[in-house]
C-alpha cells in the first residue's frame, strides 16, 4: 500500500523498509537498487491484473462485450486492494532497466486485452490498440477519482466504483456513450 500513497517518484525503500522493521540496507540484500525493486513489483502487479481480468471476463459470460468491459472492473478492483496499476506496471522510470519479467508480464496483459478486443469484434490492430486506449483511460479514470476520494463524497464503496466503471465501459463498447 505505500505505492498507492505515495505513487512511484514518492516511493522510498528505506519508507518500505521501516514499515516492514528491518533495516534500512536490508531490501539491498536482495536488490540492486530501487528501480530493481520497483520492477519486481510492477512484474508481480502485471501478472495479478492479468489474472484477475481473464476470471472477471470469464465470469462475465459468453458476450464478448461484456467480458471486454468486465476488464475496466476488475482493474478498478485490482488497483484498490494492491494499489499499483498501469501506472505501475508500465512506468517511464522503469523502461531503461529492459527488465525481461515486466516485459513478459506486460505482453501478456496485452495478449489478454487484444484477443478480448478481437473476440468483441476488433480485429484491426491499430482500432482495437485505440479501444483499449479509451477503455484504460474510462478505467482509469475511475481509479483516480476513486483514490482522490472525489468519488467518496457520494459514499460509493469500491466495489461500486468497479461497477460503474465496468457500465461505462459496456456503453462505450456498444456505442451508447451520449
Do not use: W
Amino acid at each position: 500500500m505505500l505505492l498507492s500513497e505515495t505513487g512511484m517518484a514518492g516511493f522510498s525503500v528505506a519508507e518500505l523498509a521501516r514499515r516492514l522493521g528491518v533495516s534500512t540496507a536490508a531490501p539491498y540484500r536482495h536488490f540492486p537498487n530501487r528501480e530493481a525493486l520497483l520492477a519486481v513489483v510492477a512484474a508481480q502487479s502485471a501478472d495479478e491484473l492479468t489474472r484477475s481480468m481473464k476470471a472477471a471476463a470469464q465470469a462475465a459470460g459468453p458476450d464478448p462485450i461484456d467480458r471486454l468491459a468486465a476488464t475496466a472492473g476488475a482493474y478498478v478492483r485490482h488497483v484498490s486492494d494492491r494499489g499499483a496499476g498501469l501506472d505501475v506496471i508500465f512506468a517511464r522510470e522503469l523502461r531503461p532497466l529492459r527488465d525481461a519479467d515486466v516485459a513478459r508480464a506486460g505482453r501478456n496483459l496485452m495478449a489478454l486485452l487484444l484477443d478480448l478486443a478481437r473476440q468483441a469484434g476488433h480485429d484491426d490492430l491499430p482500432q482495437a490498440l485505440l479501444l483499449l486506449e479509451q477503455l484504460f483511460v474510462l478505467a482509469h479514470g475511475y481509479v483516480t477519482l476513486d483514490t482522490e476520494d472525489f468519488l467518496t463524497r457520494s459514499r460509493l464503496s469500491s466495489e461500486d466504483v468497479a461497477t460503474r466503471a465496468t457500465r461505462a465501459a459496456t456503453a462505450l463498447l456498444r456505442g451508447n456513450v451520449t
